[in-house]
């Protein structure tokens, strides 16, 4: 199984990004499909969440800003985010719980991350 993300890049304060990331390979299901970001010095934080009936959660410093959605057909979770910040400069990571078969349990996948460079 691979998490493949795209769409960083950079912008100005106030500007749009979109992320994109693609589970591909043996995929019996997947729950949980997150985003974090990690800024050099910090942390890896989530971002938000969006589990496999649509329901989502968001860290209180996006809301308002960003929407995570997924596309189960495609096993692929975006994340649109707008009046981006220079304080939402980080790499980005895409993470899914996925099941290779009805008979596996859930495991963590993570994507390669991508660049989210927010100027003032």
């Known amino acids: 199984v691979q998490l493949q993300a795209s769409g960083g890049g950079s912008v100005q304060e106030g500007g749009s990004l979109r992320l994109s990331?693609?589970?591909s390979g043996s995929i019996f299901s997947i729950s949980a499909m997150s985003w974090y970001r990690q800024a050099p010095g910090n942390e890896r934080e989530l971002v938000a969440v969006v589990w496999s009936g649509g329901s989502t959660n968001?860290?209180?410093s996006v809301k308002g800003r960003f929407t995570i959605s997924r596309d189960n057909a495609k096993n692929t979770v975006y994340l649109q985010m707008n009046s981006l910040k220079p304080d939402d400069t980080a790499?980005?990571?895409c993470y899914a719980n996925i099941?290779?078969?009805?008979f596996a349990t859930s495991r963590a996948y993570w994507g390669q991350g991508t660049q989210v460079t927010v100027s003032s």
């Open 91 to 93: 790499v980005y990571y």
């Open 99 to 102: 099941r290779t078969s009805r």
């Open 21 to 23: 990331c693609a589970a």
């Open 58 to 60: 968001y860290a209180d």
